[in-house]
């Protein structure tokens, strides 16, 4: 299993000093026809904004 080593979105409820403290997260493709070539056609599903 991996581990998210860092993760910049600061907004986050997760994220604590660049840090995901979620026990998982599931990444999905962000292009509308799910065809990925790059990592920024990558999103973060876990995300939660903070309260
Ligand atoms: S859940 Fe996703 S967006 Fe939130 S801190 Fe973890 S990796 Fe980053």
């Given at each position: 299993?991996?581990?998210?080593?860092?993760?910049?979105?600061e907004e986050?409820?997760?994220?604590?000093?660049?840090?995901?403290h979620?026990?998982?997260i599931?990444?999905?493709?962000?292009?509308?026809?799910?065809?990925?070539?790059?990592?920024?056609?990558?999103?973060?599903?876990t995300?939660?904004?903070?309260?």
């Amino acid at each position: 299993m991996s581990q998210v080593s860092r993760c910049q979105v600061e907004e986050c409820m997760y994220n604590k000093n660049m840090e995901c403290h979620a026990e998982e997260i599931e990444v999905l493709s962000s292009t509308t026809n799910r065809s990925v070539s790059q990592s920024a056609n990558t999103m973060c599903e876990t995300f939660a904004p903070k309260g």
